[in-house]
Nanobody, 127 residues
Framework: QVQLVQSGGGLAQVGASLRLSCSGRTLGSRTLDSYTMGWFRQAPGKEREFVALVSRSGDRTEYDDSVKGRFAISRDNAKNTMSLDLISLKPEDTAVYYC?????????????????WGQGTQVTVSS
């Protein structure tokens, strides 16, 4: 079991950058590197969608086409954290962003494949 706490986000202008962070606290004997982690987002009036994922070791990443080349996901297992750097922000990036985790290697873009969720962080991009 893991508890995810998010930080970062907020209001930014078009073209600016933001960083989202996710701190993971595991309960029991497993460490955070036992979990695949990622990000989803939900824009107003839209369904929640996949953004990015990072493998347990951090050596494999996947991105939705809408953010590929602009967002960068990374993790530091020694510090029990994961981050998402949002670069060259666009108004359509406005959403609540959720940190997620699931046990093992989970290369899935389906939200129902992730058991653990952070509390959500608002990102608003103004033009």
């Amino acid at each position: 079991q893991v508890q995810l706490v998010q930080s970062g986000g907020g209001l930014a202008q078009v073209g600016a950058s933001l960083r989202l962070s996710c701190s993971g606290r595991t309960l029991g004997s497993r460490t955070l590197d036992s979990y695949t982690m990622g990000w989803f987002r939900q824009a107003p009036g839209k369904e929640r969608e996949f953004v990015a994922l990072v493998s347990r070791s951090g050596d494999r990443t996947e991105y939705d086409d809408s953010v590929k080349g602009r967002f960068a996901i990374s993790r530091d297992n020694a510090k029990n954290t994961m981050s998402l750097d949002l670069i060259s922000l666009k108004p359509e990036d406005t959403a609540v962003y959720y940190c997620v985790a699931d046990l093992g290697e989970v290369y899935s873009r389906r939200q129902d494949q992730y058991e653990y969720w952070g509390q959500g962080t608002q990102v608003t991009v103004s033009s």
